[in-house]
Antibody, heavy 121, light 107 residues
Framework: EVQLVESGGGLVQPGGSLRLSCAASGFTFSSYWMHWVRQAPGKGLVWVSRINSDGSSTSYADSVKGRFTISRDNAKNTLYLQMNSLRAEDTAVYYC??????????????WGQGTLVTVSS | DIQMTQSPSSLSASVGDRVTITCRASQSLSSYLNWYQQKPGKAPNLLIYVASSLQSGVPSRFSGSGSGTDFTLTISSLQPEDFASYYCQQSYSTPWTFGQGTKVEIK
């Protein structure tokens, strides 16, 4: 069974840092692109970042570029999101999601349960 | 960036109704369009990929159509468990973008 379990969320002050983790199981983690998607309270889904299967290529939404860093440890089957210089507008539930390799549109076929990040003084 | 516009933003419908949600892209996506369902407090769930293919395990009352810039999600006969929010998403180019969502509520 495919499972994605996020952790690391919490309350942080503006300007602070946080590292999110996403532990993967039930599939060959090293074969899949992975994404982070966030959702502010009561709002819609917003794509944040993506990493390819071996970690050699990444991309970011403009809103987080230069502040967030996506990475992965394929030996530990874990995806990370390092978030620095956090702002109030970064407050959201953060989901990790797997991108299908079997479908050319690469939809997000599995999602974690999400972890809440609250940026407030 | 490709902008995705869904309509309506919300709708009220009864069990058994046929429901249609539309999604328009600011540029052609070919068929690189996916649909997700999200229930309150839960993660999104993939329903439809490449515009019209049904994800495994998703009931056949859900269907998708369209290509280019205009796409549609249809629920042929609304069931109680379908009351949720629905999002389209383009995976044609980075950054991946979502529509603003459509909330389907009970009439």
């Amino acid at each position: 069974e495919v499972q994605l379990v996020e952790s690391g969320g919490g309350l942080v002050q503006p300007g602070g840092s946080l590292r999110l983790s996403c532990a993967a199981s039930g599939f060959t983690f090293s074969s899949y692109w992975m994404h982070w998607v966030r959702q502010a309270p009561g709002k819609g889904l917003v794509w944040v970042s993506r990493i390819n299967s071996d970690g050699s290529s990444t991309s970011y939404a403009d809103s987080v570029k230069g502040r967030f860093t996506i990475s992965r440890d394929n030996a530990k089957n874990t995806l990370y999101l390092q978030m620095n210089s956090l702002r109030a507008e970064d407050t959201a539930v953060y989901y990790c999601a797997r991108a299908s390799t079997a479908i050319r549109s690469r939809p997000f076929d599995y999602w974690g349960q999400g972890t809440l990040v609250t940026v407030s003084s | 960036d490709i902008q995705m516009t869904q309509s309506p933003s919300s709708l009220s419908a009864s069990v058994g109704d046929r429901v249609t949600i539309t999604c328009r892209a600011s540029q052609s996506l070919s068929s690189y369009l996916n649909w997700y369902q999200q229930k309150p407090g839960k993660a999104p769930n993939l329903l439809i990929y490449v515009a019209s293919s049904l994800q495994s395990g998703v009931p056949s009352r859900f269907s998708g159509s369209g290509s280019g810039t205009d796409f549609t999600l249809t629920i042929s006969s609304l069931q109680p468990e379908d009351f949720a929010s629905y999002y389209c998403q383009q995976s044609y180019s980075t950054p991946w973008t979502f529509g603003q969502g459509t909330k389907v509520e009970i009439k």
